[in-house]
């Protein structure tokens, strides 16, 4: 599984690298970065309910208007209710996830999964109670911001009935 995230970061950078600017570009020059040499944080209690790590891939730069993390979520952590001025997609690494707006719609999402989060679309993001899920997030963008956190997602919100099991 390990692995999987390494190979997962390492087509993620590459993506950004392929996206820098034409400045860059003059330069013929390439930037590497190995696993493990960029900052791993614990998910603040101010955005996050549970367990939380996020793997800094990239920051946003001039070249690069977006960073990419990786957010690994154990059993029923989950993201506060946020937004996102520019948008974001989330490409599911590992597990199983859910993605949820204020309507009470919540979706499973699994390894593979490309979720495209558009501008201003308030939800959150994160394991099942039952399966540990990471993603890779793309983040973009605008005016210096990359999201407007907001309040906890209740119990209620979070509640995804099992198969048989009646909704709320």
Not at 20 to 45: D, F, K, Q, R, Y
Request: include cysteine; charge should be negative.
């Amino acid at each position: 599984m390990h692995k999987w995230i390494q190979m997962a970061a390492a087509v993620g950078v590459a993506g950004i690298m392929g996206a820098v600017g034409s400045a860059a570009a003059a330069e013929l020059s390439h930037t590497i970065v190995h696993p493990g040499n960029l900052p791993s944080n614990v998910g603040a209690h101010t955005t996050f309910t549970g367990q939380v790590r996020h793997d800094s891939i990239s920051r946003a730069d001039a070249d690069s208007p977006y960073s990419v993390s990786i957010v690994t979520f154990e059993l029923g952590a989950r993201t506060f209710w946020h937004t996102h001025p520019a948008g974001q997609r989330l490409f599911i690494l590992t597990g199983e996830g859910l993605i949820g707006t204020p309507d009470g719609r919540i979706e499973r999402v699994h390894p593979g999964d490309i979720v495209w989060c558009p501008p201003g679309l308030k939800h959150w993001h994160g394991a099942t109670p039952k399966t540990a899920m990471s993603h890779m997030a793309f983040t973009n963008m605008k005016d210096g911001r990359n999201v407007t956190w907001m309040e906890e997602v209740s119990a209620d919100d979070y509640h995804f009935p099992e198969a048989g099991e009646q909704a709320k």
